[in-house]
């Protein structure tokens, strides 16, 4: 294997060039970093996709990246269409294979299960002793202001000694930006009948021009 340096903090290891298998990127960094959470990089015209490491635990553990004992519970709103609520399981699926996490469940504010008291109880069955709540919102609002801080505390009055924080939301992000474009150049192609429609209006017919 080589070591790439990108900076004195980052080191990217990977399989050699001549490798043609499918790669499997690591991060270790001796402090905070600036990369998001499975975020991708661009080398040249290509994009790379990263794996942030797990750390082995320890009385040396950083406190400030997620690392073993840790679980991630990525909350939304909830849905009264169940078809809304699946993807949520999908997300969590992509998030937990992306960045290798062990312990990442799904939870919905209201409306649906899991709740976030059940995803807090079974993120604590499977071990962790430090739970992550992250809202799947877009912009801070009364939810992540006040409900699910709530909603939280309520469930871990369940389990004395387990820590948790609730993070921001998605905020402004530069890479929605990419999001959001490629959604909407995915919907002008379905309109135009060169795509299929897309996992989010499958079999609505809502993707077309009236």
């Given at each position: ?6 900076t ?9 060039s001549g ?18 959470i499975?975020r991708?990089?661009?080398?040249g015209?290509?994009?790379?996709r ?5 750390d ?6 950083s406190?400030?990246?997620i ?7 990525i909350v939304?709103?909830?849905s009264r269409?169940?078809?809304?609520n699946?993807m949520?399981?999908?997300f969590?699926?992509?998030f ?28 604590v ?6 739970i ?15 409900d699910?801080p ?13 820590s ?14 990419d ?7 995915h ?11 897309c ?8 993707c077309r021009?009236?």
């Open positions: 294997m080589r070591s790439l340096s990108i004195p903090q980052i080191t990217v290891k990977s399989f050699s490798d043609t298998r499918r790669r499997t990127y690591t991060i270790s960094t001796s402090q905070k970093s600036a990369i998001p499975g991708h990089l661009r080398f015209n290509s994009t790379s990263f794996r942030m490491s797990v082995n635990g320890g009385s040396s553990r406190r400030d990246r690392g073993a004992g840790d679980a991630v519970i939304d709103h909830g269409r169940q078809e809304s699946l949520l399981n999908e969590v699926a992509m937990r294979d992306n960045t290798g996490y062990p312990i990442v469940e799904p939870a919905h504010m209201e409306l649906a299960k899991p709740s976030i008291r059940d995803a807090f109880k079974s993120c069955e499977q071990g962790a002793n430090r992550i709540i992250s809202p799947f919102f877009l912009f801070p609002g009364r939810h992540w202001q006040q699910i709530s909603l939280t505390a309520e469930a871990a009055k369940d389990h004395p000694g387990i948790y924080i609730v993070t921001a939301p998605l905020g402004l992000h530069e890479k929605l930006v999001v959001v474009n490629d959604r909407m150049n919907c002008l192609s379905h309109a135009a009948g060169v795509a299929d429609e996992e989010v209006c499958a079999g609505t017919g809502k021009f009236n």
